[in-house]
């Protein structure tokens, strides 16, 4: 299995463009989360799935959409791109029936800067 | 609202010298707490995980945590570590309807 798999590894954005962060999972998993990491911050839910065809707002979703139309794959997109959103973002998966009690595993990480 | 307190920003510590890692959680009910290590460039990995029972919980890796109900803690433990353990390491808390909830993280450095 390769887990949690994210393109691309680092992108540099000029503000105002658009951009689609890839997310796949190939354990099946039913839960998928969108994450971002900024310096001394945690980790923040942007936007969350409990399966295909559901998701829901984060702690911080503005200025960012998903949808999860397989099991394996949840996107998010960036339409406007402002400096605000320069950050490392992480795409996450978990399988029990649960956001906050189960395992979840992340990929590797996207850390994307605008400019 | 659920919370989680990580005091310690950065620690230095000695190859081969122990290691305690500071957590106090913020939680109305019985919380499900996480240890995660994130090692540089990579993405999150579970050490191990609480949710009742034992309250020393053993891990990946030879670390190990115990929660402290009464302190509201759950500090997170080594007795000898290793150059490879230099990662930065968070703990979150979880539990019924809310979403997990991460620390600000504690990044630890090795030296020989």
């Known amino acids: 299995n390769a887990g949690v798999t994210q393109t691309p590894k680092f992108r540099i954005l000029k503000i105002g463009q658009s951009m689609t962060l890839q997310c796949t999972q190939d354990?099946?998993?039913?839960?998928m989360y969108w994450y971002r990491q900024d310096p001394g911050m945690g980790l923040k839910l942007i936007y969350y799935?409990?399966?295909?065809?559901?998701?829901d707002k984060g702690e911080v979703p503005n200025g960012y959409n998903v949808s999860r139309s397989t099991t394996e794959d949840f996107p998010l997109r960036l339409e406007l791109a402002a400096p605000s959103q320069t950050s490392v973002y992480f795409c996450?998966?978990?399988?029990?029936?649960?956001?906050?009690?189960?395992?979840?595993?992340f990929g590797p990480g996207t850390r994307l800067t605008v400019l | 609202a659920q919370s989680v307190t990580q005091p310690d920003i950065h620690i230095t510590v000695s190859e081969g010298a122990s290691l305690e890692l500071r957590c106090n959680y913020s939680?109305?009910?019985?919380?499900?707490l996480f240890w995660y290590v994130q090692s540089p460039g990579q993405g999150l990995q579970l050490l191990l995980k609480?949710?009742?029972?034992?309250?020393l919980v053993q891990g990946i890796k030879g670390f190990e945590a115990e929660f402290k109900r009464s302190q509201s803690s759950f500090n997170l433990r080594k007795p000898s570590v290793h150059w490879s353990d230099a990662a930065e390491y968070f703990c979150?808390?979880?539990?019924?309807?809310?979403?997990?909830?991460f620390g600000t993280g504690t990044r630890l450095t090795i030296i020989p």
């Open positions: 996450a998966s978990s399988t029990l029936a649960s956001t906050s009690t189960d395992t979840q595993y």
């Open positions: 354990m099946n998993h039913n839960y």
């Open positions: 799935s409990v399966g295909a065809g559901i998701t």
């Open positions: 939680y109305g009910a019985t919380p499900y």
């Open positions: 609480y949710f009742s029972g034992d309250t």
């Open positions: 979150a808390v979880g539990g019924g309807n809310e979403k997990l909830t």
